[in-house]
């Protein structure tokens, strides 16, 4: 594997926002998430649960309910304004005002023509789904309380409110009301507050369920507003509840980070006939409240105040036990919040509303492995820049030298000059910039920093040069593919001469810097890029996917790598496929052209190519058995991959000039710790 010393860097505060709403698409497999932030993130199921993409956040937006027409996308906010995204330019496409105060919920037919909206003044609001915009179409009967849910019957005609202490049932296309059900307060001193409807679904035989504060999931005849049976579930609230495709299972999220299912199922044996709604199963995934939900058709994904997002697959829903199975908790993005300058040892880290410049500390002691070496130059920050505006920042670059940082929101992009000299830093923005440089979705600079690239729309790239006053705009590149999605990857050659561009229809295109023309696209392969990077010494450019599959490819000759095609053949071992967190980074170690460097969440990576590729026999996690062996029976049990897991919770791994290694890690207990109090709940002998 080699000996590096290694930067151990705990000091990047990365803090996730809450989990606020969420809708799935079941057309396109699609699931979109939005945040306490503001800010929404699209994650695809049919691709190993990659989060695709981010549309940033913004200070006045507030999201309290997601919903999804066709491939559009919907939000709704305290704010009182429907917003739909642009999902090609990642921001939002339009704003408007719903005037009726503050929104608690939104929702769409599904024969997605229409969207309802539940408001603070207590009206529903009907709005017609147009090609390119809403158009108001009229409310329904205006009630004395808010509207803080709904869910519409799939036939169209009607819709269910949830209130404070009642559910309302419209008749659509009448917009009167036409059920009242009246909703139980909780018991001893709950009685005197209100009971608040959280969440309601309206199934096919006109049954209503219902989730309160009271802790009680309830179950009603639409027909005649009567209940049929009550499930206590909780001392606390009931938040959020979803329906199976099939309407046979709702699940209900609850504020003691619960998720419980109830199926409509036979209570006996012997009585096949008489259904009714069961609580069946108890799931503890969460320490804080579970705000949103999505039953979909093999697991329960579920979200709330702990910040990270869980797929809980329904294991009667598969033959065996597989991949597909297994839990799956996402906490960290899939991209990058970590720029390093690799011959200036400094790292960039981004929040939504800053940036922070940090130099590396520094050792001249010398140990063995694992030896905690004296620091004779503790890390320093040097640099803390605030954003201007209310977009949040949606990405950011440092170049190697150390000499230019450039960050983007949605609206704006800067580009500043650094200088540092010992102790002291001097910071200048560049006060002209290029009109076609708005905004970008990504960016990096060359390795000699001459230029910088920024991801716009379309796919395309625009090259900037750098002077030490100024920047200029040179050209445009164009992929011919006419693809219309984001780029969410980018990297340079060494040499200067090779740009790699990754988009999210899985499109990778290289251009020839020199001649500011397409070179060649790499063979469209199924699974979106997580990470790629150009080789320093052959230009090589190595590709790793969602679903961890590893590709080599010859920039050069245009084909993929005898080794890559060796690695294909072969297969790679079970339990690196069976990974759940994508890689996001890969580096190159300058000084052993063999080897790669990649990192996931839960571990970092190097790859000998020098070194035999293990087949399913082989022990994959072999380091410990290696260090038992002398030396004349290693080599034959030495293959490719080699796994560290001493770091835990990555954000990034890099390999610095200097050959020392920066490991960013952000433990999952540090924020934990930063989370509000949980609910009270009792524990055995307390």
Not at 73 to 95: C, H, Q, V
Request: charged share 20%; with cysteine.
């Amino acid at each position: 594997m080699g000996e590096f010393k290694v930067h151990r860097v705990r000091f990047f505060d990365y803090m996730p926002t809450a989990i606020r709403a969420m809708a799935f698409n079941a057309h396109t497999e699609r699931l979109a998430l939005a945040r306490m932030d503001g800010s929404v993130e699209i994650f695809n199921f049919t691709d190993h649960y990659f989060q695709e993409k981010v549309i940033p956040g913004k200070d006045s937006r507030s999201i309290e309910s997601l919903c999804w027409v066709g491939g559009r996308l919907f939000s709704a906010g305290l704010n009182g304004e429907i917003t739909e995204y642009d999902l090609e330019n990642l921001r939002p496409k339009y704003s408007m005002e719903a005037y009726g105060g503050p929104i608690w919920t939104i929702i769409s037919n599904t024969q997605g023509t229409q969207l309802a909206i539940g408001c603070e003044d207590g009206t529903v609001k009907l709005f017609e789904v147009l090609e390119e915009h809403i158009q108001f179409e009229r409310n329904l009967d205006r009630q004395k309380g808010r509207i803080i849910s709904l869910s519409w019957h799939p036939s169209g005609t009607h819709i269910a409110a949830g209130m404070m202490d009642m559910i309302r049932v419209f008749d659509v296309p009448t917009g009167h009301a036409v059920q009242r059900l009246l909703v139980d307060r909780g018991f001893g001193g709950s009685k005197n507050r209100e009971t608040v409807v959280w969440s309601v679904a309206f199934l096919s035989d006109h049954t209503v369920v219902s989730g309160d504060s009271a802790g009680k999931v309830q179950v009603w005849d639409g027909h005649t507003g009567t209940l049929v049976k009550t499930h206590l579930v909780t001392k606390w609230d009931v938040l959020a509840l979803s329906v199976s495709k099939d309407e046979s299972s709702v699940v209900a999220g609850t504020s003691e980070g619960t998720v419980i299912q109830f199926q409509f199922i036979a209570p006996t044996l012997h009585q096949q006939q008489d259904k009714e709604w069961v609580r069946t199963r108890t799931f503890k995934n969460h320490t804080h409240d579970v705000r949103a939900l999505a039953e979909i058709e093999t697991a329960i994904v579920s979200g709330g105040m702990d910040t990270h997002l869980v797929v809980r697959p329904l294991l009667e829903k598969f033959d065996e036990k597989s991949h597909a199975s297994g839990l799956r908790k996402i906490h960290f993005p899939h991209r990058n919040l970590v720029s390093c300058a690799k011959k200036a040892g400094l790292l960039l880290f981004q929040f939504p509303g800053q940036l922070e410049l940090w130099r590396l500390g520094d050792s001249d002691g010398h140990g063995k492995p694992g030896d905690r070496l004296p620091l004779k130059r503790k890390p320093e920050k040097l640099l803390l820049l605030k954003r201007k505006g209310e977009d949040h920042i949606c990405c950011s670059a440092l170049s190697s030298c150390g000499g230019w940082l450039a960050y983007s929101t949605v609206s704006c992009m800067r580009i500043y000059r650094l200088q540092t000299d010992n102790n002291n830093i001097s910071i200048t923005k560049v006060s002209k910039l290029p009109k076609v440089l708005r905004s970008a979705h990504q960016l990096c600079f060359s390795s000699d920093s001459s230029k910088m690239f920024a991801a716009s729309s379309q796919s395309s790239v625009l090259v900037i040069a750098l002077t030490q006053s100024e920047c200029k705009y040179v050209h445009t590149l164009k992929p011919k593919s006419g693809s219309r999605q984001p780029i969410h990857l980018m990297t340079t050659s060494v040499d200067g001469k090779w740009l790699a561009a990754a988009n999210s229809d899985c499109e990778i295109h290289v251009y020839n810097l020199q001649k500011l023309k397409l070179h060649c696209i790499v063979p469209v392969y199924g699974s979106c890029p997580s990470a790629m990077g150009i080789h320093p010494t052959t230009n090589n450019l190595t590709m790793v996917h969602a679903d961890q599959q590893l590709f080599e490819y010859s920039i050069v000759e245009k084909q993929y790598t005898d080794w890559s095609r060796k690695l294909q053949k072969q297969g790679l071992h079970n339990v690196w496929l069976d990974r759940d967190t994508p890689v996001t980074h890969v580096t190159f170690n300058q000084k052993n052209p063999n080897q790669v460097v990649l990192h996931d969440m839960h571990m970092f990576c190097i790859i000998d190519q020098s070194l035999p590729l293990p087949d399913q026999k082989t022990q994959f996690y072999n380091q410990i058995t290696l260090r038992s062996l002398s030396e004349q029976e290693r080599p034959s049990h030495l293959h490719a991959f080699k796994i560290c897991k001493t770091f835990q919770d990555l954000l990034c791994v890099s390999l610095l000039d200097d050959q020392s290694l920066v490991v960013v890690e952000r433990p999952l207990l540090a924020i934990t710790s930063q989370l509000p109090a949980p609910v009270r709940q009792k524990k055995f002998a307390t």
